[in-house]
């Protein structure tokens, strides 16, 4: 049996670098950032204090945090020419495409974006995308819905930022408070796809742009970020709390689709980012005065949880499944679920492209299954 059939493809359980930002605990549900559980994380960080410890393997002190949420702030503007670009694409383009490649373009402005070495120069950079891609996100839902985008502010934090951005009107601390717990929640992640994917990029010594590109790239996907988005259509397709079972029947039982935000690759226990988000979503369906969403969504998850298909392996909701919820619940657009991910998970892949940059070159190997000694015929032969 070849390796990759004996590890059932997808690098499931390869180790690919040491790492000091996050530990999943798939077995015990378990996340750790840099020392601290995402429980204590979620219930009393800035989204800006993560980034520090993500970067730094520690918590800064209140100045060291004033400064780096000013400078990810001031720094969050994009130059004229992106938002003339981001005018010329068509309006119902996909955000995360959009994102993609306005992160692309801004490498041209960028004035250490072919600085491929330096630690220090990498993290001023990796602040300026923390802010540029909020930035980016924000603007694109106004310029698609004909509105001109509003420049951030330098007094802000990121989701403060971000909601004021949307709106143009004073951020409501009940929707900037959830904006900041799931951006703390998403921001790392271990070996993850996209992250993966930024290490592979920067191994190969190239520049910090094209690594985040790649993991907005490989984010975007269905199986990995994309799912908050396809969780939601989903709860949006089964309509009503009593369409639950009957969907569950015919499109899971007797169909052949899968759960969207269910299932995860490494946790075989509950996604304890779905725990928190489970009660986060809950009560501000509550306090919308609209559970319907809430409770479809819980309806479904006690189905799966009571059925053996779902026992045998060990599926539970990830943390795709409720924040689709809360996202929706505050009222943002479907679509913009996926680049709210990106905006978190910037400071994962920063962190881990910064230490990637000292790293070696990622070169796994194929094994090769087609034919052998053929002999060249020429093609008025063949
Ligand atoms: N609904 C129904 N069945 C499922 C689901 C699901 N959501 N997820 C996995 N399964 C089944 C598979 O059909 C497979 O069954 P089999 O053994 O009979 O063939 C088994 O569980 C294992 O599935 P794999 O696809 O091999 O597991 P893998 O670890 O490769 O995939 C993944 C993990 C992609 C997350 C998967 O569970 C899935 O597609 N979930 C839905 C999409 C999703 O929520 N993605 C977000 C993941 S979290 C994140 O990236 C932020």
Redesign the pocket.
């Known amino acids: 049996m070849s390796e990759q059939a004996a590890n059932?493809?997808?690098l499931?359980g390869v180790v690919v670098a040491d790492v000091t930002t996050s530990l999943v605990d798939g077995v015990n549900g378990k996340l750790i950032y840099s020392g601290y559980d995402i429980e204590d994380l979620a219930a009393n960080a800035l989204f800006e204090e993560v980034v520090f410890l993500l970067w730094h393997v520690r918590l800064p002190n209140a100045q060291e945090l004033e400064e780096l949420r000013a400078k990810i702030a001031s720094e969050a503007s994009v130059p004229p020419q992106i938002i003339d670009m981001l005018k010329a694409l068509p309006k119902d383009a996909n955000p995360m495409a959009v994102l993609r490649t306005a992160v692309s373009a801004l490498a041209h402005y960028d004035p250490d974006s072919e600085n491929l070495t330096d630690k220090a120069v990498a993290q001023e950079k990796a602040a300026r995308l923390t802010g540029q891609i909020t930035t980016i996100s924000a603007a694109w839902d106004r310029l698609r819905k004909g509105e001109e985008p509003i420049a951030p502010k330098a007094e802000y934090n990121l989701a403060q930022n971000f909601v004021y951005m949307l709106s143009g009107e004073e951020p409501d601390k009940t929707a900037v408070d959830a904006v900041n717990a799931y951006l703390v929640l998403?921001a790392e992640?271990g070996m993850?796809?996209?992250t993966f994917c930024s290490r592979v990029v920067t191994a190969t010594g190239s520049d910090m742009h094209s690594a985040v590109v790649g993991a907005i790239a490989t984010?975007k996907g269905?199986?990995?970020?994309?799912?908050?988005a396809?969780?939601m259509r989903m709860f949006l397709e089964i309509g009503e709390v009593e369409n639950v079972e009957p969907w569950f029947k015919t499109n899971?039982k007797e169909g052949n689709?899968?759960?969207?935000?269910?299932?995860?690759?490494?946790y075989k226990a509950t996604?304890p980012r779905a725990a928190i988000l489970r009660d986060r979503s809950k009560a501000l369906a509550e306090s919308s005065g609209n559970s319907k969403w809430f409770e479809i969504a819980d309806k479904l998850a006690e189905l799966?949880r009571a059925d053996e298909?779902?026992i045998e392996?060990k599926?539970y909701p990830?943390?795709?499944?409720y924040s689709a919820i809360m996202l929706y619940t505050l009222k943002l657009d479907v679509d913009m679920f996926v680049p709210l991910?990106a905006m978190s998970r910037i400071a994962g892949w920063s962190a881990n492209i910064i230490d990637q940059m000292a790293g070696r070159l990622i070169r796994p190997k194929a094994n090769y299954i087609g034919p052998k000694d053929l002999k060249w015929e020429p093609a008025d032969q063949r």
């Open positions: 059932k493809g997808g499931e998403l992640h993850n796809a996209s984010l269905p199986s990995h970020g994309g799912a908050n396809e969780a899971i689709r899968r759960i969207m935000g269910i299932g995860h690759r490494v996604d799966a298909y779902f392996r599926l990830n943390v795709d499944y991910f």
